[in-house]
């Protein structure tokens, strides 16, 4: 396991950790990590899969975790940015240092919604969203649709504009988050489009280019993530993926507990299974 500073194009560096096997299968897994959420929550994860041959990379956006500046307020982050820039990165140096592997990319939660924002997406052979979908409040269950638009309809507009970042670990969602980041998490809520529309602002969708298979988890117990949001996302978004659901059931936990993060969770291993089986 080694950590590096990669170089984005426009010169903000990105921390990036490696965790190599002792012997290769010729697989390596990407991840992309949920808004707000460090890359070390994967670590076990990672780590599972090096002992079984893989080449595991996780990193963190620029304005989270090892790839946050000294001063978060003001600084220039986004969604759209993470995967126009952050992610680019880590494919341009996948696509130059491991030719010869079988690429596979996991994209939990907004992880899965910038692989449409990078032309090499087509690099890997197949995707796995974890806890994914077109967040739009309107797909939500009620209680939880609430939450969401007095966070990000009164929360994220009045924080952002008082203290030039979001304070997402106040509301329980997370890091702090750039302004910019907070915005597109807004719009994912608020405007009916969701993922599309944030395609939209970039300029250039290359979702429809995607055709891999993609195997979609979603927890039984995770209560951002729905059936409606996930079917909107893979209809609007991603329609030529070829997709393949499955519900983890909160009494295949040994915790009985796994929601929107806690699948990658060393207490929820025994569930790590479910997607070796899908990267053979």
């Not at 990407?30 to 599972?48: C, D, E, R, W």
Request: positive net charge; hydrophobic residues 40%; contains cysteine.
């Amino acid at each position: 396991m080694k950590t590096i500073h990669l170089k984005t194009s426009d010169q903000v560096p990105i921390a990036a950790t490696f965790f190599e096997p002792v012997d290769s299968n010729g697989k390596l897994l990407l991840i992309n990590s949920a808004t707000g959420v460090k890359q070390q929550i994967y670590f076990s994860f990672a780590k599972y899969f090096a002992e079984r041959g893989f080449t595991v990379i996780t990193y963190d956006y620029r304005g989270i975790g090892l790839s946050k500046p000294e001063k978060i307020k003001g600084f220039q982050a986004s969604m759209r940015i993470w995967g126009t820039e952050d992610y680019k990165t880590l494919t341009q140096f996948i696509d130059k240092y491991y030719k010869g592997f079988r690429k596979f990319c996991l994209g939990h939660s907004v992880g899965a919604l910038i692989l449409g924002m990078n032309p090499d997406s087509l690099l890997f052979e197949k995707f796995i969203f974890v806890a994914t979908q077109d967040a739009y409040f309107g797909h939500l269950k009620t209680k939880v649709a609430v939450t969401a638009l007095f966070g990000f309809g009164i929360a994220v507009p009045a924080t952002t504009k008082l203290l030039g970042y979001f304070p997402a670990h106040w509301f329980g969602l997370g890091e702090s988050l750039p302004k910019g980041a907070a915005l597109d998490w807004k719009t994912l809520i608020l405007n009916k489009k969701s993922t599309s529309k944030l395609f939209e602002k970039i300029g250039k969708d290359y979702s429809k280019e995607l055709t891999q298979d993609t195997f979609i988890i979603h927890a039984e117990d995770d209560s951002w993530v729905t059936e409606k949001g996930m079917e909107s996302l893979m209809h609007t978004a991603y329609p030529n993926l070829k997709k393949t659901y499955r519900e983890v059931k909160v009494a295949e936990s040994e915790k009985r507990e796994i929601g929107h993060v806690n699948f990658f969770r060393s207490f929820n291993k025994n569930l790590w299974e479910i997607i070796l089986n899908e990267l053979k």
